[in-house]
């Protein structure tokens, strides 16, 4: 197989195209070049399966109605205090309030008091804790509610979305911080609070007041999310219809409530996954997304980074599987097909298994498979056919003048190599045809005027004597050649099922006259019943005859030859076998045997043929899908096995 080649280390095209997609596949995943493939296939798995939301969260949502009702935000604390009210005695089992608390209000400084009282009276609301940069790429720095407010919360969670390459929020950090990831996610302490369970966020006293002077921003355990539905497709009432009770009794009992932004010009909109730009999601939903995925364990993991390498390198040279053995349309439209499959199967990952594999390396080397694979491809045949034509040129063919083929000549070089290859094929077309009547010629010209000399020497005693001998060499030597050539020309779909057994007693039959002449006895070890094969009987039974008249030839006189037939266990091969007792051959000569030309003992006197008998014998067992070998050593018995595809085997059982 042509292919690239450094000094002695070569390698075919399948192993060169491997490599180059090997070698892509592990530049575009370490590189990330083309994550933006990766995160549209992620959304579109998320677009493509949505899941009920909870019956047990609810959104009060800032919507435009409240904003009408109770007037422009912000809005005063003692709003806040009211909520918190009129939701006690529903007894909700956690209250995240999104809303930051930063500085005191200046208009009402009762009201924070108001509000620090109603959130220690219901001892389930959770307050966020914003990061934020006071100025473009600027300081991180961490806004805390008012101590005050912190002091009677539940618990305390941060509310940070991460933003990939396109401004789409697909993922969070389970824990950040400045300094040290020490801030649990806000969704997480609404979680922690409605379950009873205690804070995940990993600070002390000393780590709060100092957190402010530190510089880096420090995140840890990055999860995708698992997005339950579009925009809206959580469950939600009016603040203005919580603050006014206007709800039925119990909505909210045993319930996860999430306060939060949801009117288009507070600010508090993310464009995510099942949204995007035409839709954006409110921050708060966006929350309860996240609460849902931890809730349920679906927050998404990314796959270790060596594991998936190793699966993208295995994708990436799967197309070399069906691609030599396809033609070429259907090898680029198996590899189209194949593509769609990884694309579908990644982009569904996260939400059946909550791993996250991204696809695009692989996808671009499958992309370029087909291209590589066919410039591999075109490249080998490029060179046979340089080869070839050479050789051609050089000893049989005259290809045309490349200059004289027209204006362009030259400039598409594979195209003159096709233009040649045409006039060679043409030419050798008019060869078979000066083929085919050299052996009309052999058979009928030749063939017939030594046999009729032959029957004439009969009559005359004294020629006979001279001539008789020359003359059978010769009508021997035509009859060979004739029936290579009819071998090498045999056309296979002619074929008829024959009974294999009773052709090889008859060739057995027919050598019997040459093995009386030298005593010799031939065993017959055949198969009980009938093997059917296809073949020609004619090419057959002269192999068979070749082989047993060859193993006479050679063999000692008052020796045994052993003619064997037999099936393999499954039936579908039938194996002939024919031995003798000779001198043997030497294990160097045997590949020589079945060559043209070829004779077993170069020196013998008994050796008078052309050397066609057994390149006759490998012809016609290739043409019927067979093969023929040789088992011997000097001075060891020498053992021709000729091997064909079985049909059937039928047994007269009766």
């Not at 000549?409 to 594979?414: E, K, N, R, T």
């Not at 007792?581 to 008994?606: N, T, V, Y």
Request: hydrophobic share 45%; charged share 20%.
């Amino acid at each position: 197989m042509f292919g690239f080649s450094f000094h002695r280390f070569q390698l075919n095209d399948l192993a060169s195209s491997a490599l180059i997609l090997l070698a892509l596949t592990v530049v575009i995943h370490l590189t990330q070049l083309f994550s933006r493939i990766d995160n549209l296939i992620f959304d579109y798995g998320q677009k493509i399966t949505t899941t009920a939301a909870p019956d047990d969260v609810i959104i009060i949502a800032i919507d435009q109605a409240s904003l009408s009702q109770i007037g422009r935000w912000p809005w005063s604390r003692e709003v806040h205090a009211n909520l918190l009210q009129r939701l006690k005695p529903e007894q909700p089992a956690a209250i995240g309030l999104d809303v930051i608390f930063a500085e005191p209000e200046q208009a009402n400084a009762a009201a924070d008091n108001l509000l620090a009282k109603a959130i220690a009276e219901s001892g389930n609301v959770v307050l966020p804790v914003l990061l934020e940069t006071v100025r473009a790429n600027g300081q991180v720095i961490e806004t805390l509610p008012l101590p005050a407010f912190m002091q009677h919360a539940a618990d305390v969670g941060r509310v940070h979305a991460v933003l990939d390459e396109d401004s789409i929020a697909r993922s969070v950090y389970l824990h950040e911080g400045i300094g040290e990831p020490v801030w649990q996610l806000f969704s997480q302490a609404v979680l922690n609070v409605a379950a009873n369970q205690s804070t995940q966020n990993k600070f002390t006293a000393n780590t709060v007041e100092t957190s402010v002077n530190a510089y880096g921003l420090a995140r840890e355990n990055q999860r995708r999310i698992n997005f339950l539905g579009p925009a809206n497709h959580f469950n939600s009432i009016s603040y203005a219809q919580a603050l006014t009770g206007d709800f039925s009794q119990g909505l909210f009992t045993n319930k996860i409530v999430l306060v939060g932004a949801t009117a288009l010009g507070m600010n508090d909109l993310l464009t995510t996954p099942v949204a995007g730009l035409s839709t954006p999601m409110a921050g708060v939903e966006f929350h309860a997304n996240v609460l849902e995925s931890i809730r349920t364990n679906q927050l998404i993991h990314l796959v270790s980074p060596y594991i998936s390498l190793g699966i993208l390198l295995a994708l990436s040279v799967m197309p070399l599987l069906w691609m030599p053995k396809t033609s070429a349309l259907i090898g680029f439209l198996s590899t189209l097909l194949f593509m769609g499959f990884i694309a579908l199967a990644a982009g569904l990952l996260p939400t059946s298994s909550g791993l996250w594999l991204p696809p695009s390396a692989a996808l671009v080397s499958l992309l370029l498979a087909y291209p590589i694979w066919s410039w591999r491809k075109l490249e080998a045949a490029q060179r046979f056919l340089d080869f070839e034509l050479s050789y051609l040129k050089q000893n049989m063919i005259t290809l045309p003048d490349e200059s004289l083929d027209s204006s362009l000549a030259g400039y598409d070089q594979f195209d003159t190599r096709i233009a040649q290859v045409r006039t060679a094929t043409q030419q050798l077309r008019f060869l078979n045809a000066e083929r085919k009547e050299t052996l009309a010629f052999i058979s009928h010209d030749l063939r017939a005027p030594i046999a009729g000399a032959l029957s004439v020497l009969e009559q005359h005693h004294e020629a006979k004597e001279k001539l008789h001998k020359p003359l059978s060499q010769a009508l021997d030597l035509a009859e060979d050649f004739l029936q290579v050539s009819r071998a090498e020309m045999m056309d296979n779909t002619a074929f008829d099922e024959l009974d294999f057994t009773g052709l090889v007693h008859q060739a057995i039959d027919d050598a019997y006259d040459a093995a009386q002449e030298k005593q010799i006895m031939l065993e017959r070890n055949i198969v009980e019943g009938v093997v059917w094969v296809n073949g020609n009987f004619g090419l057959l039974h002269r192999a068979m005859l070749n082989l047993i008249l060859n193993a006479v030839k050679y063999a000692p006189e008052q020796t045994e030859i052993k003619v064997g037939v037999d099936l393999n266990v499954e039936h579908t091969q039938v194996m002939c076998s024919v031995s003798n007792s000779g001198a043997g051959i030497p294990m160097e000569k045997q590949e020589e045997l079945f060559k043209r030309f070829s004779r077993l003992k170069k020196h013998d006197k008994q050796t008078n043929g052309a050397g066609l008998g057994l390149y006759f014998v490998r012809t016609v067992a290739e043409k019927h899908h067979g093969s023929v070998s040789v088992e011997s050593d000097v001075d060891a018995m020498t053992t021709f096995k000729l091997q064909l595809p079985a049909v059937d085997y039928w047994v007269d059982e009766s």
